[in-house]
């Protein structure tokens, strides 16, 4: 199970966002992150608890490692604001985390 | 440019099956993992099924294991899910995605009803 937290986070364009995701067991690094805005499928954001994904910018980064993990966005832009999921592919099923929206 | 389009969605009766395709190209089709994610009306992500790049290994979610079967077609580079004993909490969009690891392409998605 994938545990986010908050549920909803409310910030202003310029702000730092800190996003979490805790695992009930440990998935290593085997941890991604995906921005979903409305009307829209995801796109991947972070693979590999902090890789960036192609064509996503610097100021996104992941970190952690186990069962703790956080997506920083260091300054939000207008387009940053979305719902974000985490989801673990070390083990079957594949889950995710139950969102974070960053309004 | 990677491109995944879904088809087969619309309305479906309690109990009833329908197929789901999903249409690939811009990539090396029998080279990667493939999976069915959902997303019920203004809910959270939910994987459903994957198939390993040569169709050897397929997994699914608890809630639609033995209801639900996945395939691929290598030569004509689609995937599909085969949906059966449909239920009205199976209704949500349905998102063809690739991955071996990480989910690093999605489709559109294809939005499947079950309702009388």
């Known amino acids: 199970v994938l545990t986010q937290s908050p549920g909803t986070l409310s910030l202003s364009p310029g702000e730092r966002a800190t996003l979490s995701c805790r695992a009930s067991q440990s998935v290593s690094s085997d941890l991604a992150w995906y921005q979903q805005k409305p009307g829209q499928a995801p796109r991947l954001v972070i693979y590999g608890s902090s890789s960036r994904a192609t064509g996503i910018p610097d100021r996104f980064s992941g970190g952690g490692s186990g069962t703790d993990f956080t997506l920083t966005i260091s300054r939000l832009e207008p387009e940053d604001f979305a719902v974000y999921f985490c989801?673990?592919?070390?083990?079957?099923?594949?889950?995710f985390g139950q969102g974070t929206k960053v309004e | 440019q990677v491109q995944l389009v879904e088809s087969g969605g619309g309305v479906a009766q309690p109990g009833g099956s329908t197929r789901l395709s999903c249409a690939a190209s811009?990539?090396?089709?029998?080279?990667?993992?493939l999976h069915w994610v959902r997303q019920a009306p203004g809910q959270g992500l939910v994987w459903v099924a994957l198939?390993?790049?040569?169709?050897?290994?397929?997994e699914y979610s608890a809630s639609v294991e033995g209801r639900f079967t996945i395939s691929r077609d290598n030569v004509n580079n689609t995937l599909y899910l085969q949906l059966d004993s449909l239920r009205p909490d199976d209704t949500a969009v349905y998102y063809c995605?690739?991955?071996?690891?990480?989910?690093?392409?999605w489709g559109q998605g294809t939005l499947v009803t079950v309702s009388s």
């Open positions: 989801q673990q592919y070390g083990s079957s099923p594949r889950t």
């Open positions: 198939i390993s790049y040569d169709g050897t290994n397929k």
């Open positions: 995605v690739r991955g071996s690891r990480e989910l690093d392409y």
């Open positions: 811009g990539f090396n089709f029998r080279s990667f993992g």
